[in-house]
């Protein structure tokens, strides 16, 4: 049984934990093959994910072994799912590629009213900052919309 023991505690280590595997890769744009920095990049199913850098590079680790689902997803662009089988304890190098994705959207219409006490206050600077000579009455401010009294 000693034997054993020492068998054991002379094989190499690893860094991952034992039954587990790690995979590194690129995600790039399909189109014009340019890195995509914050792909999102997990194993379905669990809390094991991670995103990729500013090269499209990434890291997962450590992935149990087994049949696995990997996704990789990112706004404007189709999500992709990978069926892999990790059968090993080792490391993986994989890449992918992702198509963009045209999305509608509705229109938005931004609109706003000015609070009437914005008005009185203008009024006021406007007298005193201006003054009430007949060059003030001639006098405009061309962007009021850009004051902002605060009380």
Partial sequence: MIAGMFLLASRPT???????????????????QS?????HVFVEGSMLGTTTDSTGHFTLAPIPLGAQHLRLSMVGYLPETRAL????PRTFTLNFSLRQEV???????????????WRKHLVTFEHLFLGESARAAETRILNPETIDFIE
Avoid: Y
């Avoid at 590194?24 to 189109?31: M, R, S």
């Fill in 85 to 88: 089988m990790f059968r090993a």
């Fill in 35 to 39: 890195p995509l920095e914050a792909v």
């Fill in 14 to 32: 690893h860094a991952q934990p034992r039954g587990s595997a790690t995979l590194i890769g690129a995600v790039v744009d399909a189109d014009t």
């Fill in 103 to 117: 999305m509608a959207l509705k229109g938005v219409t931004v609109s706003a009213k000015r609070d009437p006490v």
